[in-house]
């Protein structure tokens, strides 16, 4: 049961599905992936200059500004590749959502960050939920106060993913408006070690890191702030929406795969586990998910790839089916391989860790089927 990474690609995209897939089998051992997530909190990612050198981390940026113009497709197959090797090198964090903003900056802002981003030397994080308040998308409550040399900055963002180990900081604050409203809501770049920010940082759930991150009196320069549209906002939430469902399905594949595997060496009463018919319907009901959000992934990927109307409506449709999907495989897996299967030293349980989060992230099934609907009569309308 292998993915289908090949559907409809160009020779280009081909040898990129073909070359990320063989470094990471090559190089990206579940071992030491669990030593980085056990190791010192400040470590350095082991890989991340190697993945600069191969130029995955230009992948999605302009050609104009230095990168290769890359598109869903791209970002598509390398996120399954990232699933599938449970990769924690924080690309999501550095290339997608704060270089993805600093790439709709001022050319001051991406002359400053932009090579440095490709080049490895500078990572990354955008801070955007708040506490309590994770699943909605638009509540900000952290303000950005006009000043007669640019902005200042008060609030406190949570869940900070690559937090600890970020040069940069992207972070969204109200302007204007109420802390639920969709407008007013500015984009900011920050340097992570301005006067004024403190960081509380932590190694989360699926070993990764963290930082609950206070702005107290933030003082930034007038061209520190991107853009004040809620499309812009939409759309760096959507990017990184987009990128955690290409990997949730890159890590179903691999954890079905595993379980199937398991079942057929796994002997009892004198035969395969897989043998029994109960089993078997299990594993039938675990791949039957995968091919739903498979599906539905390729379609996003064309509606995005064209600019279609109907993107956003397939995005929360995929990211609801993602959701539900992961649920049942990764619980499907556990339940397959019994108590082993949380252990620390077999990754069946890290990839359980990781879909978990992924639940909570960019929105939750719930969110997103309500905006579905939405986003469905606005269709409708037009």
């Not at 470590?43 to 500004?65: T, V």
Request: with cysteine.
């Amino acid at each position: 049961m292998q993915a289908d990474t090949t559907r409809n690609l160009n020779d280009e995209q081909q040898m990129l599905a073909d070359s990320v897939s063989k470094y990471l089998t090559d190089t990206y051992s579940f071992d030491a992936r669990r030593s980085t997530a056990n190791g010192d909190l400040l470590a350095p990612h082991p890989q991340w200059q190697q993945f600069a050198n191969m130029g995955w981390l230009g992948l999605p940026f302009d050609d104009c500004d230095g990168g290769f113009s890359g598109g869903p497709t791209e970002i598509s197959l390398l996120f399954q590749a990232f699933g599938k090797h449970l990769v924690l090198e924080p690309y999501l964090e550095t290339v997608v959502l704060a270089g993805g903003v600093i790439a709709r900056g001022q050319a001051v802002l991406k002359q400053r960050y932009l090579d440095g981003i490709m080049s490895g030397d500078i990572q990354g994080a955008f801070g955007h939920g708040e506490a309590g308040h994770s699943a909605e998308r638009y509540y900000v409550s952290t303000s950005a106060l006009k000043t007669d040399h640019g902005w200042q900055l008060n609030g406190t963002k949570a869940v900070v993913a690559n937090g600890p180990l970020a040069d940069v900081l992207v972070i969204s604050a109200r302007i204007e408006g109420d802390v639920r409203s969709s407008q007013g809501i500015g984009l900011f770049v920050i340097d992570r070690h301005a006067a004024g920010i403190a960081a509380t940082d932590y190694v989360t759930v699926d070993g990764r890191r963290a930082s609950e991150i206070s702005l107290n009196h933030v003082e930034i320069a007038a061209d520190a702030l991107v853009s004040t549209a809620t499309d812009e906002l939409n759309r760096v939430l959507d990017r990184g929406c987009f990128a955690v469902c290409a990997e949730a399905i890159g890590a179903m594949q691999a954890l079905l795969s595993a379980t199937v595997e398991y079942c057929q060496q796994r002997r009892q009463f004198g035969q395969p586990i897989g043998s029994f018919q109960a089993l078997q319907h299990r594993m039938v009901d675990m791949y039957i998910a995968l091919e739903l959000a498979r599906s539905l992934l390729g379609a996003t990927t064309d509606a995005l790839t064209n600019n279609d109307e109907n993107s956003g409506l397939l995005l929360s449709a995929l990211k609801y089916r993602v959701d539900k999907s992961a649920r049942l495989i990764s619980y499907g897996a556990l339940q397959l391989h019994g108590g082993i299967a949380m252990t620390d030293e077999l990754n069946i349980g890290h990839y359980f860790k990781r879909l978990t989060l992924v639940e909570k992230q960019f929105g939750t099934a719930q969110y997103h089927l309500q905006r579905f609907k939405e986003l469905q009569l606005q269709l409708q309308k037009n």
